[in-house]
């Protein structure tokens, strides 16, 4: 019970520090060569993206230009994004293998009709080293509400982040990561382990509870939430959907526990497997094993 006390007021809070929801990736067309050498060369090539939701109408593009070996960016380039009505972004700088790779500039654009209040706390660009695709070095972070984060990025095992607070190696302290995903909490050996709250990247409540190498063990607490819904010229503000209470394994649901559907109330409880399999008499039919 008090867990699940913590847990109303984190999503109170979480709702306070909502913005944007990201949506899924747009299905991807097929990838052509618009001009010059797309195998080796200099060229620019392009991918179209549709969307089910939409009849499959076209929903945006990317595009890629500059230095290609073996059909895909490598040295120096350039890569725009946008997907319509969602978000787009632009990256200037190195590439390997198609990767940001090196030294450059990244930038995140949003487009209408995101109101400035869900946006405060998306990244809004990085400068700096890049490694395989994720920032891994010196760089700076902006946030759209003027934070800044300048250190050496990748120090932590997690990818395209950076200590921001305390001792991310062996103690507590926070992580940021690239796209606004973080951590705060217990580290060992850099990694999360202990307890921590894991939030998504619109600054909502996660996960609370115990970590092993990274990953949910123990007992904690998980909040899905639903997509936010664009209707009458504005974004609705996303709902929690439900909120599992209990145990976890390598990061998945492993024995006992209470998964709470909070719109409707229904509650299924019972012994929870990887496969999110409930078995018990209290298990709800959708669920239920036995």
Excluded at 71 to 96: A, D, H, M, P
Excluded at 118 to 128: A, I, T
Excluded at 222 to 244: H, M, R, S, T, V
Aim: hydrophobic share 25%; proline share 3%; glycine share 16%.
């Amino acid at each position: 019970m008090k867990m699940l006390n913590r847990i109303s007021c984190l999503l109170l809070f979480g709702f306070l520090l909502s913005i944007c929801s990201q949506c899924n990736s747009p299905r991807m067309g097929t990838r052509y060569c618009v001009k010059g050498g797309c195998e080796n060369g200099y060229g620019e090539s392009r991918v179209d993206f549709f969307g089910p939701e939409q009849g499959d109408k076209f929903r945006g593009y990317a595009i890629w230009k500059g230095e290609f070996k073996n059909g895909t960016l490598n040295g120096k380039g350039i890569f725009e994004k946008r997907t319509k009505s969602i978000q787009g972004e632009n990256y200037e700088g190195e590439f390997l293998n198609g990767a940001f790779h090196g030294y450059g500039k990244w930038e995140a654009l949003p487009t209408n009709p995101w109101p400035k209040e869900e946006l405060d706390s998306c990244p809004l660009k990085y400068e700096g080293e890049f490694k395989e695709g994720f920032p891994d070095g010196k760089g700076t972070l902006v946030m759209r509400d003027g934070k800044e984060y300048t250190g050496v990025f990748g120090k932590t095992l997690y990818k395209g982040g950076i200590c921001y607070e305390g001792d991310c190696e062996n103690g507590k302290g926070a992580v940021i990561y690239w796209h606004g995903l973080h951590y705060r909490g217990e580290f060992k050996d850099r990694k999360a382990n202990g307890q921590g709250v894991e939030y998504d990247a619109n600054n909502r409540v996660k996960y609370v509870g115990g970590f092993k190498d990274g990953r949910f063990e123990g007992h904690g607490v998980e909040i899905g939430y639903q997509q936010a819904k664009y209707k009458d010229g504005a974004w609705g503000i996303p709902e929690a959907y439900y909120l599992f209470e209990g145990s976890f394994k390598d990061g998945k649901y492993d024995g006992y526990g209470k998964n709470i559907f909070l719109k409707s109330g229904v509650i299924s409880e019972g012994i929870w497997d990887k496969n999110l399999h409930c078995t018990g008499s209290k298990c709800k039919p959708a669920t239920n094993t036995n």
